[in-house]
């Protein structure tokens, strides 16, 4: 696992006026990787990755057993960053029984005359579980800050900065009720590359079993990168918190981010320092008791197991005779 440390350079401290042409897409082009070099990183993030999954799987029957907290995994990225791919890499480990995945799309009417956040309310995680959020209420201040005229105003608003301003202030009362309530929140920001993100389009194109993959919609929203960078960078640097802090992922090179993610969580939900019900004096008299009983059954051999079955049919009231 990696050290606290190198996790923390990915993490967005509050306060931070994101720019992000600062931060890596490609973690390999980074001296620590260089110097390693590329096959030593490639496995070194198989091992990370192995090694997650057993955490994780630790971690969650830890977390359904102790019932005190729920963890919400949210992934936000631009078009072919690979949020799917990662969501399933990292949490193929996991008992699919505490783990809930929900994948947003557009608003329906009766989620239109709600406020923005009541839809994702329904679909969070209790106590005890892992709730992922593929896209979340994020959208509410990403696409339709892209395209304004998407936007379905009830009230006399009109999309300027205080209205988006508002709707950060929103978002972090909300996360913070949903921390002060038990509830781990770890954004995650897969930062993908313009030119990958064409290779990985082109991929889609050319490869029949990736056709079903492409969305028509894919190149023109391509058209609006600077606008969806920018409107990333202002949701995050608004809602990047000291309780629910936002992580830049590099997602140029998928097995980097799959450990890089894996790592988090795994640290993250280890630092709960959750631990197993406590059972009581009373308790712990019948467990030993049920055990004594348990442990006595293997006295009974087969041979009793017959005689009291003959004795029971034997003393059995006689059956009716047939008309």
Request: net charge negative; glycine share 4%.
């Amino acid at each position: 696992m990696l050290k606290y440390k190198h996790l923390k350079q990915f993490m967005v401290e509050s306060g931070t006026d994101v720019k992000l042409k600062e931060y890596d897409t490609d973690w390999r082009d980074t001296d620590d990787a260089k110097e390693l070099g590329k096959d030593i990183v490639k496995q070194q993030a198989k091992d990370i990755l192995e090694k997650s999954h057993h955490q994780l799987d630790e971690a969650q029957e830890l977390l359904y057993a102790s019932d005190s907290h729920s963890v919400l995994l949210i992934f936000q990225a631009m078009d072919a960053a690979g949020k799917d791919g990662t969501i399933r890499h990292v949490m193929s480990g996991v008992n699919p029984q505490g783990c809930q995945v929900y994948s947003f799309k557009k608003p329906s009417a009766e989620e239109l005359d709600h406020n923005f956040l009541w839809r994702y309310m329904k679909s969070l995680p209790e106590r005890g579980r892992i709730g992922i959020f593929n896209r979340s209420y994020y959208e509410d201040v990403l696409v339709v800050k892209v395209h304004p005229e998407w936007l379905d105003l009830k009230l006399d608003d009109k999309p300027d900065k205080k209205f988006w301003e508002n709707r950060y202030e929103d978002i972090n009362n909300f996360e913070k009720h949903l921390v002060r309530n038990g509830t781990l929140i770890l954004k995650f920001f897969l930062h993908v590359s313009k030119d990958e993100q064409k290779r990985r389009f082109l991929e889609r194109l050319t490869n029949p079993k990736k056709h079903w993959k492409f969305s028509e919609s894919d190149l023109p929203e391509r058209k609006y990168w600077k606008q969806y960078r920018k409107a990333f960078e202002d949701a995050i640097s608004a809602t990047s918190t000291k309780i629910a802090p936002w992580y830049v992922i590099p997602a140029d090179r998928k097995y980097v981010t799959h450990a890089l993610v894996a790592d988090i969580i795994a640290t993250s939900i280890k630092g709960l320092h959750l631990e197993y019900p406590k059972v009581s004096a009373e308790k712990m008299v019948a467990l030993a008791a049920a055990r004594k009983a348990l442990e006595g059954d293997d006295d009974e051999s087969p041979e009793h197991d017959a005689d009291t079955q003959a004795d029971v049919t034997q003393n059995a009231p006689d059956a009716p005779a047939a008309e």
